[in-house]
């Protein structure tokens, strides 16, 4: 069965500046994600990975191209998507259940339905019981559920994740990505996620676009066909050995 597209940029460049003058952070880039679909974006640091999700978001304007998200041109910031960022971004002092709700809030849309939603979202990520604790009172990878939860509370069809799990050790980024498959196969959405990590991006996505160094355009997109559903004892096969050493020759790592 052939799914909508959800997220199509044709030919977009994104030009900035800075205090020494102006950047191109991308060009012509052109890619598709289609709905449901889990993309990883991978690439070398400042190759626009970011810039390209905050033009998607309509958080910053293509100045060439077109952004479209299910068929409508991105003209302003969307509201029917969640955004999760390397670092949680919680407000130090809400409880737990306030920074999740804070979605809501923000658009007038709190009432005791909204909370019920939060609490089950709280069950979903595994922090049932933390509901009145403070984000100083969480570990790293507690705080990045607490900011998963809350990118879902208005139940976006789109998810843009900026390395959400840079910042945590490895075996909690390991934990972070299992349980981030399970929500998502509990509660498809079209995703967007930006990565660092090879290996990641494999045990993750449908498919991993390769980004060359800044300008970032598209350098290869390479399917992902490891079976689902998926764990880490997958990084033993065989097959997922070969996707990584694909991803490494695109990025021109020696091996």
């Not at 199509?8 to 102006?22: A, D, H, I, K, M």
């Not at 998507?81 to 809400?94: C, D, I, K, T």
């Not at 972070?176 to 996505?205: D, N």
Request: hydrophobic share 45%.
């Amino acid at each position: 069965m052939t799914r909508a597209v959800a997220v199509e940029l044709r030919g977009v460049s994104c030009e900035y500046r800075t205090r020494t003058g102006r950047v191109l952070a991308v060009e012509k880039l052109s890619m598709q994600a289609s709905d449901r679909e889990f993309v990883a974006l991978l690439g070398p640091s400042g190759c626009g990975k970011s810039t390209l999700l905050k033009m998607v978001a309509g958080l910053v304007p293509a100045t060439a191209g077109e952004v479209l998200v299910y068929g409508r041109p991105v003209v302003r910031p969307l509201e029917s998507l969640g955004m999760v960022f390397q670092s949680p971004v919680l407000l130090r002092w809400r409880t737990v259940i306030n920074n999740v709700l804070f979605p809501a809030e923000a658009t007038g849309r709190r009432d005791a339905a909204m909370r019920e939603r939060a609490m089950a979202l709280l069950r979903l990520v595994g922090l049932t019981g933390f509901e009145d604790k403070y984000p100083h009172e969480l570990s790293g990878g507690m705080a990045q559920r607490v900011s998963l939860a809350r990118a879902l509370l208005l139940e976006p069809t789109l998810l843009l994740m900026d390395e959400p799990f840079g910042a945590l050790d490895a075996l909690t980024r390991e934990e972070m990505g299992i349980e981030l498959l399970r929500i998502w196969q509990e509660q498809p959405k079209t995703i967007l996620f930006v990565t660092h990590s090879i290996s990641e991006s494999v045990l993750l996505a449908d498919r991993v676009i390769v980004m060359t160094p800044r300008p970032g355009r598209v350098a290869a997109e390479i399917t992902i066909d490891l079976p689902r559903p998926r764990s880490g004892r997958m990084r033993v096969l065989p097959r997922f050995g070969e996707l990584v050493s694909v991803l490494q020759d695109e990025m021109g790592i020696a091996t």
